[in-house]
């Protein structure tokens, strides 16, 4: 048998030849994507077994990034559009991801028993300490999407010396009111529960859009082979208690925050309020609207100030939809429906946007960003991944993560712009928003320390 002899191959000539530095890079990172598998553990807990993958390798002195997705989706199918992104290569090699599971959401799960007691969303953030315990770690920058942000800021709330940091997703820290709850048992009569979910993920808009990646996650939940698991996960959402959030309060979360929100988040249980305006101004508002909707539209807009009406509406510019009691009937563009003297609107606010900006003003300004993301529908780590990395690597250098040199040019652009706009402002005590649309040009303020609000 001829006898195997050990080789060396030098490559002298370039790897991919004729390619530039750039495409060489995408290529390096598109091979340690593909070899960075993941490990998939599952830890018991006191309410049971749980799943999680842990990609890369734990770096000293750095907190785990840590997820936990929304109802209907598992870790895969909620980040992996954001952590496979590109850009966002350069944050990842600098941490250790977590990435957890809800229980019975894990690719295989078989389906529980009939009568299972599935964990409160309470009791699943009280999951999280087995499995950094099991995997030694002190400290965590949470990421989580909708049911997911809850879990953390819970976890956050409780465990506050671990978490250093949390991105929250379309968080929605309120329990279900009367209303929502009798929106949801309406809309239960006529949907299925896979439609439900959808409506939660998305905005209506974008289901009858039903573009490549609607059609992608609607097939995702509807042919779930554990869709009565994630009909548990969805009961445990919507029976969640409220954070009781309270701004300087006992109950704040302590860590950097950053509130992220699609501009067109879904409208769940938005609300319609018929208002009628005079030529001098509002005389009658009619219509549905849910509890606390005035405090909320008061915490969105301010007091005092004309948000909807002649004024600051502008017909056929203002985008805006029709709906009553969760179900959207249809949307357009905003203009009187009946004219001279007074004039109606329809009016609908996305409850879920209101909902951040409620959160947002419970929480410590000096710590909270709020990132209103454009063109991003109800899921912005899918369809803005790019938009949501950049924040990212911006909410990490403001902790003191990211050395600026990781950063893009756009970024460190705006870093620049924002110490000049912070020092022209002085001590700004309360939240603001920045906008980065295309449109106005401006741009977004400080980093956590500084609350900022970024629309972009
Ligand atoms: C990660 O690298 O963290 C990751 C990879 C695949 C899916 C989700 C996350």
Redesign the pocket.
Known sequence: MAELREVQITEEKPLLPGHTPEVAKEAELAARILL?Q?QTHSVETPYGSVTFTV??TPKPKRPAILTYHDVGLN??SC??PL??FGDMQEI?QNFV?V?VDAPGMEEGAPVFPLGYQYPSLDQLADMIPCILQYLNFSAVIGVGAGAGAYVLSRYALTHPDTVEGLVLINIDPNAKGWMDWAAHKLTGLTSSIPEMILGHLFSQEELSGNSELIQKYRNIITHAPNLENIELYWNSYNNRRDLNLERGGAVTLKCPVMLVVGDQAPHEDAVVSREFWGGRGRVGVLGWWSEGYLAKRQALFGTGRATVGPKRLIPGKNKMGMGLMGKELGSGSLGPLEGRGRREYNVIHSASCLHQVECNSKLDPTQTSFLKMADSGGQPQLTQPGKLTEAFKYFLQGMGYMASSCMTRLSRSRTASLTSAASIDGNRSRSRTLSQSSESGTLPSGPPGHTMEVSC
Request: hydrophobic share 25%.
């Open positions: 960075d993941g990609y890369g870790y895969k980040f992996q952590f496979q990842i991801r990435h």
